[in-house]
């Protein structure tokens, strides 16, 4: 079992990457094997609305998307990280999603598990969850829900709190890692 995670923030060891490791981790001790990829030092240019991909169903930018496309095609499920910035995601994680739309005419993503991870100092993070959560769902994605880390600099949300009150936000990130494996088990079953 596969699971991938993408961390799209441009500050290398921060929240985003803390919290999203801490899910691949529990995903690993849940039975996972697991994929991590920092966007940091990436360069994935945004979409440039083209259109080539919904005749070919591949993009004809050549940048590094190509290998997280290749990333997402061999994962059963996806752990998806973002900080909050402006009450949305980062640049970075929507050029890899709208990058996606050259997924979606073949429906690559289609019965794959997907779970959210966002970081933020203060305010956002539940109205970027519900901007994550349709994404998935427009890609056919099955939603294993999402985390939230609270904390502004790098480190911070090794001691802060999580979306829900009675977790912190490592507990809740790990929370996330084990839902995606179980779930993804749970499908993988059924589909026998
Ligand atoms: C450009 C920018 C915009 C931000 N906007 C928000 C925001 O709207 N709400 C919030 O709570 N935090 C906001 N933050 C704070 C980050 O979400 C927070 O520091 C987060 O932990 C950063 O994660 P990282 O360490 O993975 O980059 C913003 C930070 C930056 C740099």
């Known amino acids: 079992m596969r699971i991938l995670g993408i961390v799209c ?3 290398k060891g921060g929240n985003t990457e803390i919290l999203v490791r801490a899910a691949l981790e529990a ?6 094997e697991t994929e991590l990829i920092l966007v940091a030092d ?14 070919n169903g591949t993009c004809k930018i050549k940048d590094d998307m190509q290998m997280i496309y290749e990333q997402l095609e061999l994962a059963e499920g996806v752990v998806l990280g973002t900080p909050v910035y402006f ?15 050259a997924l979606l005419g073949g429906r690559k993503l289609r019965g794959k598990v997907a779970a959210a991870i966002v970081a933020a100092r203060r ?3 539940g109205e970027v969850l519900s901007l994550l959560y349709p994404y998935f769902m427009v890609h056919g994605m099955i ?3 999402g985390g939230i880390g609270y904390g502004m600099e790098k480190g911070d949300v090794r001691q ?5 009150p009675s977790l912190s936000a490592l507990e809740e ?8 494996v179980r779930m993804v088990g749970r499908l993988s079953k059924s589909r026998k």
């Open 123 to 125: 305010v956002g993070a």
């Open 27 to 32: 995903a690993r001790e849940a039975g996972g």
């Open 160 to 164: 802060g709190v999580g979306g829900s």
């Open 173 to 180: 990130a790990r929370a996330v890692g084990r839902n995606v």
């Open 42 to 55: 990436m360069n994935i240019a945004p979409c440039d609305g083209c259109g080539a991909c919904l005749k």
């Open 9 to 11: 923030s441009p500050r």
């Open 87 to 101: 009450m949305n995601v980062s640049a970075q994680a929507k050029a890899i999603m709208d990058r996606t739309y």
């Open 143 to 145: 939603v294993a829900g």
